[in-house]
């Protein structure tokens, strides 16, 4: 049997960690909001902590994805493991892969 998905296409974000120190950003909570609710939990749409390891010998992209529905700006946190550093960028455009916490 082929299936084939017919739902209207949302929106998302993906969101890699690279603080220079920790390059893969493992460990890493990330929180994404809906837009200028930043660390408000009604407004929390979504929650990855980065984790290469996937099961047994197997692993994944270190990159969390959120997908956002109709959301088209969000506000993005991102607590580190180690130093207890913590990033966060508001207005996020929906759509692309972001690189945190960037140059």
């Given at each position: 049997m082929l299936m084939q998905n017919t739902s209207p296409a949302r929106n998302w974000l993906q969101v890699r960690v690279d603080d220079g120190v920790n390059r893969w950003g493992v460990g890493a909570k990330v929180k994404v909001y809906k837009e200028g609710m930043n660390g408000d939990p009604l407004g929390l749409l979504?929650?990855?902590?980065?984790?290469?390891?996937?099961g047994f010998s197997s692993s994944q992209?270190?990159?969390?994805?959120?997908?956002?529905?109709?959301?088209?700006?969000?506000?993005?946190?991102?607590?580190m493991p180690f130093g207890g550093s913590v990033y966060s960028r508001?207005?996020?455009?929906?759509?692309?892969?972001?690189?945190?916490?960037?140059?």
């Open positions: 979504g929650f990855v902590e980065i984790s290469p390891s996937h992209p270190s990159i969390a994805h959120f997908g956002l529905g109709d959301e088209t700006h969000v506000d993005v946190v991102v607590e508001s207005n996020v455009s929906a759509n692309q892969l972001i690189v945190i916490p960037g140059s």
